[in-house]
């Protein structure tokens, strides 16, 4: 496939998950006349408000830099994976749990720098450190299971932003609508990868979603 190929992929995946997140949007109006909680849920992305009128330079470099790829890292790299994504895989999860227990009085740039050095340097070592043969079983499973994991990890990838809402973890009908969008959009960047065949490519489409939402957020404020 060419690399035009792939680009137009990229641009039908983007407009369909907006279309699947229309018709979702549609659907929960409906069902709120029966189904309040839907629509009164309380729930408020707190962190977002408050970058967005605060810093929005800050809310650009976590949601349309930092998100993008870190997240692709933690939940795409499952997916039909090569031996470069599991390493990833494997750098990026301890990185990201990692830096919460930092102190929070430190510089967030200074926190990213750091986590992106971390990064670097465990897929350095590591690459080095796991050969491709040592990979060879887990990545026959997970392509012989390419479809399980692809619904498998988008609903992890929509259960994790949950926090985004509360501070403990938590599962009602309200929340689970407000994730749903998170389901939809971690589909779509496990389903470009899988067609255009590179991490790379969910990179981008996570990278268009967010930085509309963004940019729309921004405008708006």
Not at 3 to 19: D, P, V
Not at 70 to 91: A, Q
Not at 107 to 122: K, N, P, R
Request: aromatic letters at 14%; proline letters at 4%.
């Amino acid at each position: 496939m060419t690399s035009s190929q792939k680009t137009r992929l990229l641009f039908l995946a983007y407009f369909k998950m907006w279309g699947f997140y229309i018709l979702f949007f549609i659907t929960m109006a409906i069902l709120s006349i029966w189904i309040p909680e839907l629509k009164d849920n309380g729930y408020e992305d707190t962190t977002l408000s408050e970058m967005l009128t605060n810093n929005p330079f800050k809310l650009f470099v976590l949601a349309c830099i930092f998100a993008p790829i870190v997240e692709e890292m933690m939940f795409r790299t499952l997916i039909k994976p090569t031996h470069t994504d599991l390493i990833l895989f494997i750098c990026s999860w301890p990185v990201f749990l990692g830096l919460g227990f930092l102190p929070h009085d430190i510089h967030w740039g200074i926190l990213l720098l750091f986590g992106a050095v971390v990064i670097f340097t465990l897929f350095y070592i590591l690459k080095h450190l796991i050969s491709e043969k040592t990979t060879q079983r887990l990545r026959t499973f997970l392509h012989t299971y390419t479809t399980p994991m692809l619904i498998i990890v988008s609903i992890v990838f929509g259960l994790v932003h949950i926090n985004n809402y509360v501070d403990d973890f938590v599962i009602n009908i309200a929340l689970i609508a407000l994730i749903v969008p998170r389901v939809i959009s971690g589909f779509m960047m496990g389903w470009i990868k899988i067609k255009n065949q590179g991490l790379i490519w969910s990179m981008g489409l996570h990278f268009m979603n967010n930085a509309f939402v963004v940019g729309l957020g921004i405008l708006a404020s």
